[in-house]
């Protein structure tokens, strides 16, 4: 009997064996099937944006920072596996605190909220931190801002200001001081949604009229970044608005340039669903339709915890992404009040318009 | 024997009824188990809140009007269940896309995402909508807002300049609309991260210097609004920046004033879970250990996806809650550029302090 | 411009109306989107298969009885909204645990679980129960299985004759009581998994020999049940043995005669979702390729909490399907040791071959 | 300033680094936070089972076999981490399905349904299986079982000498085959729910009266089996009905043993959540009130999918627990029509009574 077109690649059951290493393992996961397969799916769609010649995106949601992953993400900018970070402000916050010597706690996700209240704890589920500690870094952060001109800084601006004085300050790794001295930019749209959003109102008791984060300008900005370098691609932990600000970024540059055509390559490490119809949750193919992600893109959607497939996924790449990382053909940024890629201006005051107007 | 005080009321199984109406089903779901259960309570404790003098906040994430629930949140606006709305952009465009005359369609999860890339059609889980329409809608609001004066607004003002416009456009039913004429604040902390944001960063392109949003100035203004009624509750639908943000104005507005001590009353319809330790899921239990909420607060999460959950929940509130809305002491808003609550000033520059200075 | 074919049928936003019945509520969740649409669906495939002639399988799995839903199972059964009920133990077992005037108790997802060990108290999520009731149903099972031939009985026969015993005794409503009394056969393939398992277990102390269910007579039973009338049709709520059971009762059946084909309708209301592979969460477009579904079948799959879904729908049909109930054309079962349908025995000990056998 | 005695564990970011194995990486999670923290927990607490004097039992429910999982089970039951096996049907038919030299295979989850249907290919998620190799397992089985004595077989004899039978005619590894030649017990206590008692259902047409399994028999052996060695631990991957039959025979064993309190450890990886009240959810917490597990058992639940938290978990084992395996004081079974553990006799037809009768 002829074997059926759909019954070509057999499942290949995962074989255990005593010191394998992250790569190993994921090269054995490579023909199981359901989210195992997809993480190893992931490790190779990123090693092939590596050598490919794209723009990496990183978007990053979820308490990732406080739940023990900002040296990974830290590494992934300081070794250029991606070349420009969009966070949640939360993200960059905790980030901010453990740079600054702090420290989040190992808690129990069965705490007494109440005792926790009384004692200034804040809880993360199974994470504990200090407000006190918080609000010494809010303190730290609106003394820094009042020390800005005073005008409207995109936040990427402001983040790179931010994490230099924070890397002068400490010379401690972190998310934010790796971005700093890789020359790797930082958009965090929602800025107005976190504890930085919160330093940064409480400059203007200080010093009235500081404080100005010019998000729309983060707007154009992202979007002529892409219309400078139009091969593009999409790596998303958690959802939230740095997923959908990532393929806006694309989604706007297309408008002004044609050879803008969506992602080439994306990769998504969700918990959340498609079927309720979130941006968290929607899936790649949905990004299709839509023109985020180009249709013969590469792509994978992995359903797990980022604490638990990052890790993995990034010791297995420290591995096997070597040689792409050392050939890669990476953007090269300057990043003062208007950024530069590979020597062009990025700027966030107008797009540029690339195609000729249509009459 | 005696009875454990565990085992105190039954529950009583839900019996059948041809001609129930919604609060009657409700009723009859208050002493069954598990999210039909926390969805009782939910009715019951938003009923509390309009009973008592709280200003409410509404918080709203997920695709709920592309999704056909934007005249339910426009009616709790014109009927004042609720006081002051925080919203995604994508929520407030996809509604100023219906109030223009345009719609979105009932569509298929399982659509062929390349043939409606090649009609320009979008996809939103099983809902679509049309490219076109879309890029008329960001150009209406880009010529919009390349009318207004060369300034920052907060998210706040220019929304209630953009519902004002589209009433007087359009005359129609809608969110925004609904805000306008109901004199209710509308916030928009993530506004970069939308098609919103998108239209007023093309405004930049015909009037260099426009599209100016002061989004710290929204959490300036959204926390001297909690200063100013320290007594507050909190409806969520879907969590996002909404959910946080609404939690960040009690949390920054004890820090000015001994009054505010969390929400009194929390209500929150999601889909997301707590143990992967994003913001959106996260547990009223942990809310308290922050003090977002008053550790002797009304509280319910209901895990539900909304389009089920919100439709019975207003309907049946649509009679339960006659009686409270009639006598509600309501917050009175007036929504300029320094907005007013009960006559006092709303500032968005600095704090109100309300306390002693510690020495 | 020419429409899209995509763009056909308009969302239209839910309104708002006090005193809606849950039928005209589901009426205005026709065309919305997500869950909420495909409930709205549920309520109208359920009324075709009502008014098709298909025998109705009803699919239960999850803490249902427990959870304050087994009335509604039961009005389902009396009323023949449904022909046959495939269950787990647990759910008959909490509802002869009540049926018998015992209760489950409201309890708090938020326990303390050492004090009600102590307390001996267990615990479903926010619903507690009496250690020492539940032994006492376990005795009165193990009492009543040894007052039984000592021979194998099909759970079908067994818990019929266990329905009979349970009504005489008490004359209470029920799942068990129902079912006995409107000649719906129950199956439930995974009975040594729960507590009446436990009591048919314990019989054997009192009397040796006792407490045999023939379950792989309950696999042939049902497929023969197909096989005598080969137009089905499924309502599954969360998964479990159940949802498998009665797509293989199908499968099976298709052995042994060409004329069964598939599930004619197909509903489901789930939490799990397909993306990790278990058959609770397996999507109806999968259960296609099995020949589960007849390919051109209408299904359904509502993800939610039956604790919310379940309530809403049925008191909607409630009123929409009196006129469809009135009319049906309904299996006619007796449920002695060999059931009959429609006056054909349906045997537990072979498989009726309808086909020709090919050579 | 004191240190609140909430604080006391500080995070410690993951730091990556090239070449890593599991156990490393593992070791490098124990402090961070949410999934991650739970499975490097799980790590260690099955080292703590191995170092322990307690009998393991192995809960496995999902499509773990198809999906590539099925060698990691067998090198578990090989290598004795798991002394008991406690097992849906389909894992233990789709490893039979293999060990006869078949395949499962690669598939999308984005199938065209009614084409795989036409090829008679099944599809499991992003998985396939030719259905004609499935009905020539179901004849397989049918033909083996119509050689066994026409008298009930507990799913545990039967499942050994379809496990030795396996062996004897193919050799090849597997879970089957592993059980068979460790002696190691499996139960189905849902065999009926599956393709396996399809099989066995189908023997009864060659042979009348063939194909009884007394599952009944399973619930008084795997509770006898805990009366004889009252120390117990309970590692579940997915849940469903293995889940809840590990821990009832704890319970059961309880009524007849004073010397049985509840699994001294308990691990799961599962998907499915706690608040929609189903068994596969539930948390290990609410387990205690229950008596399933000690209250102060070593417990950790790891919201996963076991795709790729098992062969992680597994790899590093692999290296971890050679030690506390080759040291281990591990049950002895022989497995004939009555088994036996550490020579004592295990009985299917009535429970061991090891208190005295109380008066």
Partial sequence: MKKSRFLQTPIEPFAVEAGLSADQILARMERISFQGRNLATAHRI????????VTIFLGMAGALSAGGLRLIVA??????????????????????????GQHHYVGSAHADDAALAKDRIDRVYDTYASEEEFISNDNWIAAFAATLEVRPFTSREFLYALGGHLWETTRQD??????????VPIFCPAIADSSIGMGLSQARQSKPGTGHIDIIGDIVESANLIIRRPRTASVVLGGGTPKNFINQASVQAEFYSDEVSGHRY????VTDVPHFGGASGSSLEEAQSWGKLATDSA?????????????????????????MLAARRMPVFTLARTMTVDGQDVRSDRFEEMNEPSV
């Fill in 75 to 100: 590494h992934l900018i300081l070794n250029r596996y991606v070349d420009c970070l969009v966070s949640t402000g939360a993200n960059l916050y905790h980030d901010l605190h453990e740079t600054r």
């Fill in 174 to 183: 972190g998310i934010l001081t790796a971005a700093y001295r890789a020359n």
């Fill in 299 to 323: 792509r994978v959607s992995v359903q797990a915890d980022a604490t638990i497939a990052l890790p993995i996924l990034v010791s297995a790449l420290a591995t096997t992404a070597a040689p």
């Fill in 266 to 269: 994306a990769l998504q490490i």
């Fill in 46 to 53: 990123w090693q092939k944006m590596l050598a490919d010649d």
